[in-house]
């Protein structure tokens, strides 16, 4: 803005002060377009590019991310449930941004981010698994802050039933699926030139891996596991860091796919307990035994890696002995 403070009252005075207010206006605009735009398509209308119907084929990473037990949640909370996500989402989409992600879309308790689009000194998945964990941890003490206030609460007097059914709704926990390829990215919709009021698009991204990650965070409530990321994702955040180790986690087939698929957990060097590592070493000495047949060995095992994780395995084992070949 220019500094009107001295000016004499004159004409060019007046049109600075004219300056000042369109300035203000652009300004407010372009500020409403961020909230509401995709940051590397507002940084392309900044620069003076059309945006059109326009698209192509990229390899991005994608994470999605969904509330568990929304529907109980949204039942207790009737229209509070809003301010709740408000308070979640002012979380996560931070810790996307902050990990150069986009947010894709937002469809009700989940959200669709988008990695490769930004330029980063790290890879597109790099960023992801550190965004899911970063997910994680805020999630995680958003429910420890609720805790804190229960037990302030309780110094005087005990929850009511009522109140324990909203504790229990406000105590939010995610799932994160991530995985990565080629998909089409771009602007959808309908660009009217002679009439732009009738207009509208959206920034989206098609294929298969979109759907992946949702399958992926889909299973992150079978296998009792925060984050779960595809072999894609692995192979490209072990080109370039020893962070995270991989633990192999199951072979599964993805809806509409006729070939197995592996699934990993992305183990935080950096944060996580060495002793649970030495549980997820054990777990997947145990997978492998699974995977040979030696379902006696994979019990034993299963059982001294003491993991929310192999005792799926253990209860889809039974005490049967393994199908032949």
Known sequence: ???????????????????????????????????????????????????????????????????????????????????????????????????????GSIIGDAILAIYGTLESKMSKSYNAIRSAWDITHATASLRQSMIVRREEIEKTRQLTESEERVFKAVMVDVGVGIDGGNVFYGTIGRNDISDPRQSHMANTVIGDTVNSASRLEGLTRIYHLPVIVSEYVKNEVLKESARYKFFEIDTVQVKGKTEGKKIFFPFDTNEMDDSILVKFAIFEEGLSAYYKGDWKSARKLFKEADLDVAQVFLERMGLRSAPEN
């Not at 004409?11 to 500020?31: H, K, R």
């Not at 995709?38 to 590019?49: R, W």
């Open 1 to 103: 803005l220019i500094d009107l403070s001295n000016a004499s009252n004159d004409d060019i005075t007046y049109m600075a002060a004219s300056f000042n207010s369109l300035s203000t206006q652009v300004n407010s605009l372009l500020g409403t377009f961020q909230k509401f735009v995709s940051k590397d398509i507002v940084a392309k209308a900044y620069s003076g590019q059309d945006v059109g119907l326009e698209g192509s084929q990229e390899e991005l990473t994608m994470l999605f991310s969904d509330v568990k037990s929304f529907t109980y949640r949204t039942e207790t909370l009737g229209n509070d449930i809003i301010e709740v996500l408000n308070v979640h989402y002012n979380r996560v989409i931070h810790n996307v941004h902050e990990n150069t992600g986009i947010v």
